[in-house]
Nanobody
Framework: QVQLVESGGGLVQAGGSLRLSCAAS????????MGWFRQAPGKEREFVAS????????YYADSVKGRFTISRDNAKNTVYLQMNSLKPEDTAVYYC???????????WGQGTQVTVSS
């Protein structure tokens, strides 16, 4: 079992920055690929970014490429999402995902609200 707790959300003006954190419980954090997803009101949850178990592989949605950076610190059991040049369309609840397909395990955090004002 992995428990995930996101933090760092808030209200920011367009063009501003936020850094989200997702802290994981347990001793097996490094065995999970990690990802960030978001869900805006009335829309489906969508992929934002992911990072491999060792941090060597990262992927981004086209909508955030060049503005967002995902990283992880396995010693701290934490994954981060640095968000720069924020736009109003980035407004959403951001969720953290821990995924280990070989074990058939996937865990979600409770989400953190990001609101970007124009």
């Amino acid at each position: 079992q992995v428990q995930l707790v996101e933090s760092g959300g808030g209200l920011v003006q367009a063009g501003g920055s936020l850094r989200l954190s997702c802290a994981a419980s347990g001793r097996t954090f490094s065995s999970y690929a990690m990802g960030w997803f978001r869900q805006a009101p009335g829309k489906e949850r969508e992929f934002v970014a992911s990072i491999g178990r060792s941090g060597g592989s990262t992927y981004y949605a086209d909508s955030v490429k060049g503005r967002f950076t995902i990283s992880r610190d396995n010693a701290k059991n934490t994954v981060y999402l640095q968000m720069n040049s924020l736009k109003p369309e980035d407004t959403a609840v951001y969720y953290c995902l821990a995924n280990n397909p070989s074990l058939g395990q996937a865990y979600w955090g409770q989400g953190t609200q990001v609101t970007v004002s124009s």
